[in-house]
């Protein structure tokens, strides 16, 4: 017996996701008056990008930042705009923004803000020759219709290098953008590469006081004022169709259902396999990027520890190298530090513990072969390493270089198993599949793709899929 009781039902449309791409969608069809039900397996939303508590501590998962910061009511820029789709007022997500943060290779460090031009005058002061390519390619950049759905894969990495003449820029500019949305090994789409400088680099980061919770709880709030119906421990287990059309899905508890049309933010992949429609050539799609992070939290502010930036993005070489782990578990060669405190809070306001969160690159298969006791050890190993690595590259005034200099309250760590297990990506892949649906358009007429998969990535992208894909797939008439 279906203990769902949504057996028999039928909805105008069904998303399949409480992410940021699943929650965004579902709010546009609420506006427009269309009768939703989001589905989501998991007991919590927000997918890659949620939180969870454990000895009556808080984790975030994901939002090391939300990318794409102006001020209230800077005009033409996607949090504007997508805040104006969602009619959610800016003071919702309650954004505070960076203090600063930085590009951290061997021989060259580049210190950025929210003002393009300091990264611009980092770049004159560190790189005197190449600053005439670099404003060349940031005009390429602003001037790039990079949000066009019919593009297809232009290389970053031949992009960048047409500009520059040494290979030490392109390492520093493709770190922190890869980090933060490619899916694709050691070079990424141009298109892509674009969206993401411009989100970095001309707009900027921030974040709530409360984290995570905050964008979750506004798009929540939006999305259950407009009558949306959002069922938690409520998987989709299968897609049956019949003449190119969904003719209906099955719920994890076995319940049926139907709709008019259905949004799926789960990946391409893993819809497929729901629609029992995969083959070789999807399975080939199958992404092989992601990462492991270690979350600290200490009794002192960072800031007290001489610790300024909110995020680092690192390279122990020159050379920059991004994909799975070829001989181990975790790249420890790269990663991103984030110190969530360092953000400019309202009235000093600030988090009640230091936290430093060190990620880095993971082997997409290696960590789901460990038994229990393996999968534990190798974690604590990874946690000790990581931060030895990162208090290497932190200012630190401690006497051994591997003790944090602060006593610490509590510590946890995630690897691809744990990201699979709650959000049901295959590898435990962040940003998903290799190729993306840029479309939305699936063999089935009325399923489409939005999120992670469709290709716009981060939390911000995600919400802009979700958006697209909704006022494309379903309110275009
Ligand atoms: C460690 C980490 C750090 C990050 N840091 C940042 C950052 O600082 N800034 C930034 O902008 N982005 C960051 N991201 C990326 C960002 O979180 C994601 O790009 C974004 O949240 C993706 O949203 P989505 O809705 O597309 O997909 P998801 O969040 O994956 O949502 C899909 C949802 O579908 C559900 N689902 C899957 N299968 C089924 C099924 N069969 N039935 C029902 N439900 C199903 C899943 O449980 C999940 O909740 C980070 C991600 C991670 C993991």
Known sequence: MPSSNLNGKHFEVVIIGAGMAGLASGIRLGLAGKESIILERHNASGGLNSFYSIDGHKYDVGLHALTNYVEKGTKGTPLTKLLRQ???????????????????????????????????????????????????????????????????????????????????????????????????????????????????????????????????????????????????????????????????????????????????????????????????????????????????????????????????????????????????????????????????????????????????????EDWFKLDPEQYKIKKEFWFNHLQSVALKILPNQSKSPHTLPSKIIAQDMFTPKTVHRFTGHINGAIYGSRDKVKGGETHLDNLFIAGTDQGFLGIIGAMLSGISMTNLHCLKD
């Open 86 to 364: 969602l009619r959610i007022p800016y003071e919702a997500l309650d954004l505070s923004p960076q203090v600063q943060s930085r590009i951290h290779f061997p021989s060259c460090e580049l210190v950025f803000k929210n003002e393009f031009s300091h990264l611009e005058s980092q770049v004159a002061e560190q790189f005197p020759n190449e600053i005439d390519g670099f404003r060349k390619l940031v005009e390429t950049i602003r001037t790039l219709d990079a949000f066009n759905l019919g593009n297809q894969f232009i290389s970053a990495r031949a992009t960048i290098r047409s500009y520059f003449k040494n290979p030490l820029l392109e390492s520093m500019l493709l770190c922190p953008t890869m980090y933060y949305g490619s899916s694709t090994e050691e070079d990424m789409d141009f298109g892509q590469f674009a969206i993401l400088f411009r989100s970095l680099f001309f707009e900027g980061f921030a974040r709530p006081l409360n984290g995570v919770r905050t964008i979750i709880k506004a798009l929540q709030d939006k999305y259950r004022s407009l009558g949306g119906i959002r069922k938690m421990r409520c998987g989709v287990d299968s897609i049956v169709s019949e003449n190119n059309s969904v003719r209906h899905l099955i719920l994890d508890d076995g319940a049926i259902i139907t709709a008019d049309k259905i949004i799926s933010t789960a990946g391409i992949v893993e819809t497929m396999r729901m629609c029992n429609n995969s083959s070789p050539e999807v399975e080939d799609n199958i992404g092989r990027l992601s990462f492991t992070e270690t979350i600290t939290l200490f009794e002192d502010q960072p800031k007290a520890l001489g610790w300024e930036d909110t995020i680092i993005f690192f390279n122990t070489n020159d050379a920059f190298h991004y994909k799975s782990p070829d001989d181990d578990l975790v790249d420890p060669r790269s990663g991103v530090i984030c110190l969530p405190n360092n953000y400019a809070y309202p009235n000093g306001q600030n988090l009640e513990h230091g936290i430093l969160r060190i990620t880095a690159l993971a082997h997409t």
